[in-house]
């Protein structure tokens, strides 16, 4: 009878250790992108991991000619005028974030950036699931 445990715990432990490897991600460069425009501008997210961990991230949103919104002056004035906060500061908070917490899960939006924000967190969850997989062609997220 002990051996039969003895069998099963082997078992069990190979079992889970094969499946919590394939959860690691795996080293190179993974990108998301929203699949349509939202008020003219796409917005996407490349993460760079090293070792299981993401270490660089980059994300924005850009226009049909591929213009950086986080460049564009005029609208980070309106934008802070009416919301409090602009892309150039809610994408550097949001990669922040991703980076301390290694999980999008626990990433809060930041207000005047929600929508920004839901959609950020979507692509998050996008990039880590390709970087489990090891698939670095860019993925499009509805």
Do not use: H
């Given at each position: 009878?002990?051996?039969?445990?003895?069998?099963?715990?082997?078992?069990?432990?190979?079992?889970?250790?094969?499946?919590?490897?394939?959860?690691k991600?795996?080293?190179?460069?993974?990108?998301?992108?929203?699949?349509?425009?939202?008020?003219?501008?796409?917005?996407?997210?490349?993460?760079?991991?090293?070792?299981?961990?993401?270490?660089?991230?980059?994300?924005?949103?850009?226009?049909?000619?591929?213009?950086?919104?986080?460049?564009?002056?005029?609208?980070?004035?309106?934008?802070?005028?009416?919301?409090?906060?602009?892309?150039?500061?809610?994408?550097?908070?949001?990669?922040s974030?991703?980076?301390?917490?290694?999980?999008?899960?626990?990433?809060?939006?930041?207000?005047?950036?929600?929508?920004?924000?839901?959609?950020?967190?979507?692509?998050?969850?996008?990039?880590?699931?390709?970087?489990?997989?090891?698939?670095?062609?860019t993925?499009?997220?509805?």
């Open positions: 009878m002990k051996k039969y445990i003895c069998l099963i715990l082997l078992l069990l432990s190979v079992f889970l250790g094969g499946c919590s490897s394939s959860n991600m795996k080293d190179g460069f993974y990108t998301a992108e929203m699949s349509d425009f939202s008020n003219g501008w796409k917005e996407y997210l490349c993460i760079m991991v090293k070792d299981d961990t993401i270490v660089y991230a980059e994300f924005n949103a850009k226009d049909s000619s591929g213009y950086i919104k986080a460049w564009d002056n005029a609208y980070m004035e309106k934008m802070n005028a009416s919301q409090g906060t602009y892309p150039n500061e809610y994408t550097r908070s949001y990669v974030k991703l980076i301390d917490a290694q999980t999008s899960g626990s990433i809060d939006t930041v207000t005047g950036a929600t929508s920004s924000g839901n959609n950020f967190r979507k692509l998050s969850e996008a990039v880590i699931s390709q970087a489990k997989k090891g698939k670095p062609d993925i499009v997220v509805e």
